[in-house]
């Protein structure tokens, strides 16, 4: 499977982005699937998931409440929606995705994913 991640730009804080990850298979229905970001010099970091059903999400603290993770399974697609972007929130962000068994939910650690997209840059500016 392959990810392209899209919708990348820069925004004024407090303002929005939608990000996408478009897979190149319709087995990717049958993948739990993750958005990971990176900041200059860190390391990369779980920001949210969606489960294979796409019935169960999980989220990072710093993004709970603020970030939407859906997905569109005719479209292969899955989204990002990022509100009341922060400065903190700039980083590159990287779609991640792993076959898995349709009642788990989709795990947290960039370790546990196989399929990577290149990534898709966030800027946020104060």
């Known amino acids: 499977v392959q990810l392209q991640a899209s919708g990348g730009g820069l925004v004024q804080a407090g303002g929005s982005l939608r990000l996408s990850c478009v897979a190149s298979?319709?087995?990717?229905?049958?993948?739990?699937v993750a958005w990971f970001r990176q900041a200059p010099g860190k390391e990369r970091e779980f920001a949210a998931a969606?489960?294979?059903?796409?019935?169960?999400?999980g989220y990072a603290d710093s993004v709970k409440g603020r970030f939407t993770i859906s997905r569109d399974k005719d479209k292969n697609t899955v989204s990002l929606q990022m509100n009341s972007l922060k400065p903190e929130d700039t980083a590159v962000y990287y779609c991640?995705?792993?076959?898995?068994?349709?009642?788990?939910?989709?795990?947290?650690?960039?370790?546990?994913?196989?399929?990577w997209g290149q990534g898709t840059l966030v800027t946020v500016s104060s």
């Open positions: 298979r319709r087995q990717f229905a049958e993948h739990a």
């Open positions: 969606i489960s294979r059903s796409g019935v169960i999400t």
């Open positions: 991640a995705s792993k076959r898995t068994i349709l009642t788990v939910p989709a795990p947290l650690g960039k370790e546990d994913y196989a399929f």
